[in-house]
């Protein structure tokens, strides 16, 4: 599997995700830059996460308009998977490739710590390495997580299965303890209808080395090596 990951100015977890995406596969990701017009060949793309533009406007809002995102659109279209981490998930809301937006934590505070998810589904490119109802501890870092949409959008995306993970506790409750930045629903990551097309706030890309305090991100990259060699 090659992946290609696109860069911001004010892109910082590239590295992370890149030496992710390297221990699942033995194959280290393209770098692109946003300005860049062309992709190379890539068979998954990923938007990391940081703070595009210095989430000016809003999060993520610029940089849904830079040129490399009008061929990750087409890419997208045509069936190329892509990964939208964090400030990549706000990105790709903004750029109508998922649906929803992320607002401001209900703490208006920047949340830094660990949490817990519960997996929706397994029938998926993303999640086809862990099982249903699974509950992963992965970090967080972001001060804009709170994913909102219109209830005709939450329960369209819910019926369609496009809700990925949604914020729990440790013993897989759907409680508001368990979901500290007030996301609707719990929701923590969405995909489009194809399901080809995957965003989340928390960093499974953390979460893929014993070094790093735990390993439980680490099925998402082995997962999609293993569906898209």
Known sequence: MQAAVVVFPGSNREQDVMDAIARAT???PLKVWHRDSELPKADLIVIPGGFAYGDYLRCGAMAAHSPIMREI??????????????????VLTEAGLLPGVLMTNKTLKFHCMDVHLKVESSQNIFTCGYQAGQVIRVPVAHHDGNYFADDETLDRIEGEGQVAFRYCTADGALTQEGNANGSARNIAGVFNETKTVLGLMPHPEDATDPLLGGIDGQALFSGLAGALS
């Open 73 to 90: 659109k087409a890419k997208a279209a045509k069936g190329t998977p892509v990964l939208g981490i964090c400030n990549g998930f706000q």
């Open 26 to 28: 033995g194959r280290q």
